[in-house]
């Protein structure tokens, strides 16, 4: 966490990130921020620590490392990540097969790009149907009867209508 974009896109504070994801990958600390902060940083004699207070008085910002997440796989399994443009949009996608992935490994990582792209551009509101929240069902639901309405469709017929055009 840092105090301004002008920081956030400054080549040293993104290798010091990659460096903190490696360091946390290797070391299995992924968890715990002190273990991290005390490990060495990734291709470095320093610890992340240190050399987070080093990036900090070379660009004068004050910088923290507050949260990790790990996300792991087996051989059956890809996980991909998108950034997009301008680094403010991202997407994760967890890939799981029934077998060994070794002999498809490539195909698998271009489907999770194109899947993780098509999420950062889509911006869906779920994942299965049964993630959407009500209140935008109904809202959803709503609009569609005053458009049968309007349609002139009879009355007993628009419930029958809505049910196939909410699941579409």
Do not use: W
Request: aromatic share 4%; hydrophobic share 45%; charged share 20%.
């Amino acid at each position: 966490a840092c105090e301004t974009d002008f920081a956030a896109n400054t080549a040293d504070m993104q290798s010091f990130a990659q460096g903190i994801a490696q360091t946390a990958a290797t070391h299995d600390v992924a968890a715990e921020i002190d273990a991290i902060m005390s490990a060495p940083l990734a291709d470095s004699s320093l610890s992340v620590e240190q050399s987070l207070n080093d990036l900090m008085a070379k660009i004068s910002e004050n910088i923290k490392v507050v949260d990790t997440v790990a996300y792991a796989t087996d051989a059956a399994g890809v996980i991909h990540s998108y950034i997009h443009p301008g680094a403010h949009l991202g997407a994760l996608v967890f890939l799981q097969t029934d077998g060994d992935t070794s002999p498809h490994t490539e195909a698998l990582k271009q489907l999770g790009r194109d899947i993780s792209m098509q999420i950062a551009v889509t911006n869906p509101i779920a994942i299965a149907p049964e993630g959407i929240d009500e209140a935008i069902l109904e809202k959803e639901r709503s609009i569609y009867r005053d458009q049968m309405r309007a349609a002139g469709k009879p009355a007993e017929m628009i419930d029958k209508i809505l049910i196939g055009k909410v699941k579409k």
